[in-house]
């Protein structure tokens, strides 16, 4: 099964995948848990949103840095991040993650379409 689930492991992995978003100008769907591998349900998520939203893992363990920063203390937690929105408070899945309800939270903080190239940087944009 296809997987362009990111992994983010530290804080330094939790800023490049924000810096990819910016750079995309995509959102981000952050998905903290004390599982093991990466689900299935996260997996066909990822390709199905591919290129309209980054879908990220943290596997939290005690003490994590990441979970911390993000001000969270149980897991799972889901975090939504919208497209270019700085340091805006996230949003949270509230409930038990199942396939339907990332898949409704995942559709709300989604592009409507997929970002196949670069948007243009201002300075570019200047230029002509």
Same mark, same amino acid.
């Given at each position: 099964?296809?997987?362009?689930?990111? +992994?983010?492991?530290?804080?330094?992995?939790?800023?490049?995948?924000?810096? &990819? %978003?910016?750079?995309w100008?995509?959102?981000?769907? *952050?998905?903290?848990?004390?599982?093991?591998?990466?689900?299935?349900?996260?997996? @066909?998520?990822?390709?199905?949103?591919? +290129? +309209? *939203?980054?879908?990220?893992?943290? &596997?939290? $363990?005690? /003490?994590?840095?990441?979970? %911390?920063?993000? /001000?969270? @203390?149980?897991?799972?937690?889901? *975090? /939504?991040?919208?497209?270019?929105? /700085?340091?805006?408070?996230?949003?949270?899945?509230?409930?038990?993650?199942?396939?339907? +309800?990332?898949?409704?939270f995942?559709?709300?903080?989604?592009?409507?379409?997929?970002?196949?190239?670069?948007?243009?940087?201002?300075? %570019? $944009?200047?230029?002509?």
């Amino acid at each position: 099964m296809p997987n362009f689930v990111e +992994r983010v492991g530290t804080l330094k992995e939790l800023e490049a995948v924000q810096a &990819k %978003a910016a750079e995309w100008g995509l959102p981000i769907a *952050l998905v903290l848990s004390s599982s093991g591998g990466t689900s299935s349900t996260l997996k @066909a998520l990822s390709t199905e949103y591919r +290129r +309209r *939203l980054i879908v990220a893992e943290h &596997k939290a $363990k005690k /003490g994590s840095e990441v979970a %911390a920063r993000l /001000g969270v @203390a149980a897991f799972p937690a889901v *975090l /939504g991040f919208k497209a270019g929105g /700085g340091n805006d408070t996230p949003a949270r899945l509230e409930k038990e993650p199942t396939f339907n +309800r990332l898949d409704a939270f995942f559709r709300k903080l989604a592009l409507p379409k997929p970002v196949l190239k670069k948007p243009a940087t201002e300075a %570019a $944009k200047e230029e002509l």
